[in-house]
């Protein structure tokens, strides 16, 4: 039987993540079903800018702070169901009263950031049901040293208009969608040693525009539900090494373990995919 070997090259350009350095991402382990703020999930905190953000779960037994159904009056009832898990938090900003402060939740990294390194940031929005209003701007900060946690009546730092985020949401596109999870990500190259993560509205009313999507509800919240956060290091590419695929045989030419990636594989013909992490290519002719 006669062999043909054609020069099979694959090019291929994407971003693929590694371990996520967020601790307790969709904020499943808390310390109890009563406390309602996320200070009740592990290793998380809202910045004490005077506005604390809320915690959801399963177990609540505040029906305004159980997941996926929430009930105060006919101004306060939403509805949503954890992307991941039984729980979720939220950012919210009163936009009709005198502050322009959101709540912004923390947490400290797993470990901290490489100079020169490129890392992804991303989590996961939903708007509350009954919130009026929706945002042109999310964004993410990573701080080498943490704000102070949200204390009642303890001393506060003034966040909207005072600090860069990183990574922000597209420029003049409001976040709206209340029945599906939104992805907010971005990626950066860290100045090295960023231990902190925050996240929520850094701006303040005057710098982005505030859009009144939902005009027939009857309270002024911009309020977002937020789940599965993470921050994960940019790393180079597998394509595993040459190999010899006889007619009829197929091989896995990739050597990736992150799904959460965008790939591009090229040429196409033979491949089971274009743009999965680990293709099967099965060639009609024996190819290396």
């Not at 009642?152 to 985020?165: E, K, L, Q, S």
């Not at 790393?235 to 990636?261: F, Y």
Request: charged share 10%; with cysteine.
């Amino acid at each position: 039987m006669r062999f043909f070997l054609l020069g099979f090259i694959l090019l291929f350009y994407f971003i693929t993540r590694s371990q996520n350095l967020v601790p307790n991402p969709s904020f499943e382990y808390n310390i109890n079903c009563t406390n309602i703020y996320i200070e009740n999930s592990l290793g998380w905190c809202a910045i004490n800018n005077g506005v604390g953000a809320g915690y959801y779960q399963g177990c609540q037994s505040n029906q305004l702070f159980m997941t996926p159904y929430q009930y105060l009056d006919a101004c306060f009832t939403s509805y949503q169901v954890p992307r991941t898990g039984v729980a979720y938090i939220d950012i919210g900003t009163y936009v009709l009263s005198a502050t322009q402060e959101s709540s912004v939740p923390q947490v400290k990294l797993i470990d901290t950031l490489k100079a020169g390194k490129i890392y992804c940031v991303t989590y996961y929005v939903s708007v509350w049901n009954n919130a009026k209003y929706t945002i042109v701007k999310l964004g993410a900060l990573l701080t080498q040293t943490p704000f102070p946690c949200f204390v009642a009546g303890g001393p506060t730092v003034a966040i909207a208009g005072n600090y860069t985020p990183q990574v922000v949401t597209t420029p003049g596109v409001a976040i709206g969608d209340t029945l599906n999870w939104t992805e907010v990500s971005g990626s950066f190259t860290a100045v090295g040693n960023e231990a902190y993560l925050a996240i929520g509205n850094f701006f303040t009313h005057a710098q982005h525009y505030i859009q009144n999507t939902y005009p027939t509800n009857c309270n002024g919240l911009v309020d977002y539900y937020v789940d599965d956060v993470s921050v994960e290091e940019v790393q180079i590419a597998k394509a595993k090494n040459d190999t010899l695929i006889m007619q009829g045989d197929s091989a896995i030419i990739g050597l990736n373990s992150s799904e959460a990636a965008l790939f591009n594989w090229q040429p196409t013909a033979g491949l089971s995919c274009a743009n999965c992490p680990n293709p099967k290519a099965s060639p009609t002719i024996t190819t290396t």
